[in-house]
């Protein structure tokens, strides 16, 4: 399944920044900045963004760290990597971020090593959400926060079915305009298997975060899990 995830990450990564300001209808801005707001990464920090894709988060997060604090943005998509970097030079090149293909699963840091983190729809595409979870809590400072935002299913039936709707009628066709259709198609299983709110609150909970807290948007249709290491800060 990891390995069929990255294809498909891979394969969408020329058209992924058009194709989530059409299918947000440009709300996705407002979501990420929320998300990286709830991180309270501030200047001076060392932040992580997960899952980064074409870095649009970690780009947020190296606004806030400042020329004085260090942001690296973390993916298995080397063609989404690639997408990332070349928008940096453009966007945001100082202070450089450090882009580094790496399994969210086994991450390549040191214990304790960042004051913030953020993920962006990428949750719900791990293999293994609680070992990401784990993966997080060990790499974040005590004291440190983290802002996990995702698409959800809706607990009302009429909601879960305007959104299914949505995906068939809208998603589906505009991916399949694109070259795109079974790419996209994997949005309506992953929603199906991807834990509610309350279940991501208690998985976090099992992996050590003392605090969790999930915020649902857009009528539940998306939600921002918020966690906090706690601890002494060094």
């Known amino acids: ?13 020329p058209v992924y920044d058009q ?37 649009d988060l970690a780009l947020r997060l190296a606004r806030r760290t400042g020329a004085t604090g260090k942001v690296y943005g973390v993916d298995f998509s080397p063609n989404l990597l690639e ?38 729809y990428g949750l719900r595409n791990v293999k293994d959400i609680s070992r990401s979870l784990q993966e997080l809590y060990r790499v974040l400072k005590p004291g440190a926060k983290a802002a996990i935002l ?23 066709p505009v ?24 279940e991501q609150i208690e998985l976090a909970r099992q992996v050590g975060f003392a605090v969790a807290t999930h915020y649902p948007i857009v009528n539940g249709m998306m939600g921002v899990l918020v966690l906090s290491k706690l601890g002494v800060i060094s």
């Open 175 to 198: 991916a399949s305009y694109l070259g795109l259709k079974e790419e996209y198609a994997y949005i309506s299983p992953s929603l199906d298997r991807f834990p509610i709110g309350r």
């Open 83 to 120: 997408k990332a970097k070349e928008r940096s030079h453009w966007q945001y090149p100082q202070p450089a971020i450090a882009w580094v293909e790496a399994d969210v699963l086994n991450l390549p840091f040191e214990d304790n090593q960042f004051d913030a983190a953020t993920m962006g």
């Open 19 to 55: 194709l989530n300001d059409w299918l947000s209808l440009g709300q996705h801005r407002i979501w990420k900045e929320m998300a990286v707001k709830w991180s309270a990464a501030k200047s001076g920090d060392t932040a992580l963004d997960l899952c980064c894709g074409s870095g």
């Open 150 to 172: 995702d698409f959800h299913r809706p607990s009302n039936p009429q909601l879960r079915a305007l959104q299914q709707l949505y995906l068939d009628s809208f998603v589906v």
């Open 1 to 13: 399944m990891t390995n069929e995830i990255q294809s498909i990450f891979n394969r969408i990564a």
